[in-house]
């Protein structure tokens, strides 16, 4: 079985599960994070070394880990509203106790994974606009200086709204050792491909903005980029990288 693990909204998930059953991988399930943190039968045991986890999904289907041979890893958050509480301290308490669960279930598929758990987030470590930059920087990618501040962009830069508006906002997808989009800038794709292995990322989109002032020079990074930008290539690509995933040492 192949997952496709997503939040709701998520309509990207659902184009790159389509492209996979096109490309011959099967069975291809969707999962979202309603589904999981809705469950009406889960176990999850940690035994001997190893864990793993069997769960039955509200619409009847079974989700255990040890039928899992890979998994597109694109989830966010636990939700918890259908659960009902006093207080909002026991909301609280409730969030942080199913946002475990399903990270230690996300730990149990993590060496076949795109995008592993991080303690940090679902599908991996969520980083502020400040990280990233030093990450970009670190990877050889042109970074803006980054004021840390309550005003605009713009305001805060001294840019006028009209200057900074002149610059293009581009995405590249990185898979791995591939770049999809990165042929307006050639000369960043290889920084690109260092910043995702820097994030600890298999799939990452990358921000460029095009400009003819500065040239084009980082704009922000994302572990949930619209795949849908990438094209029919970049399922293909994921396909076979999905494919190619070690197995689990159990």
């Known amino acids: 079985m192949w997952l496709v693990l997503c939040d709701p909204e998520d309509q990207a998930a659902r184009w790159v599960r389509t492209g996979l059953r096109e490309n011959g991988l099967d069975p291809v399930e969707l999962v979202d994070s309603e589904m999981l943190t809705r469950s009406v039968r889960s176990a999850h045991r940690i035994e001997e070394g190893r864990a793993s986890f069997e769960t039955t999904l509200p619409d009847g289907r079974t989700l255990a880990s040890d039928d899992v041979d890979g998994v597109v890893n694109r989830l966010t958050y636990a939700p918890v509203e259908h659960l009902v509480f006093a207080s909002a301290v026991d909301t609280c308490y409730a969030m942080a106790e199913m946002s475990a669960l399903v990270l230690s279930w996300l730990q149990c598929l993590a060496p076949v994974t795109v995008n592993r758990p991080s303690p940090l987030g679902l599908s991996g470590a969520w980083r502020s606009p400040a990280e990233w930059n030093v990450l970009a920087a670190g990877a050889g990618l042109p970074v803006a200086p980054l004021r840390l501040s309550g005003e605009s962009p713009a305001a805060a830069s001294g840019e006028s709204p009209a200057a900074a508006g002149k610059a293009a906002a581009r995405t590249v997808v990185v898979l791995g050792e591939h770049v999809f989009g990165g042929e307006a800038v050639p000369d960043l794709v290889p920084a690109c491909r260092r910043l995702a292995r820097?994030?600890?990322?298999?799939?990452?989109?990358?921000?460029?903005?095009?400009?003819?002032?500065?040239?084009?020079?980082?704009?922000?990074?994302?572990?949930?980029?619209?795949?849908?930008?990438?094209g029919p290539t970049f399922v293909a690509r994921l396909h076979a990288y999905l494919t190619r995933l070690p197995a689990r040492p159990w």
């Open 198 to 230: 820097a994030a600890g990322a298999d799939l990452l989109g990358v921000g460029l903005e095009v400009g003819d002032r500065h040239g084009a020079r980082f704009a922000g990074a994302t572990l949930l980029p619209d795949l849908r930008i990438a």
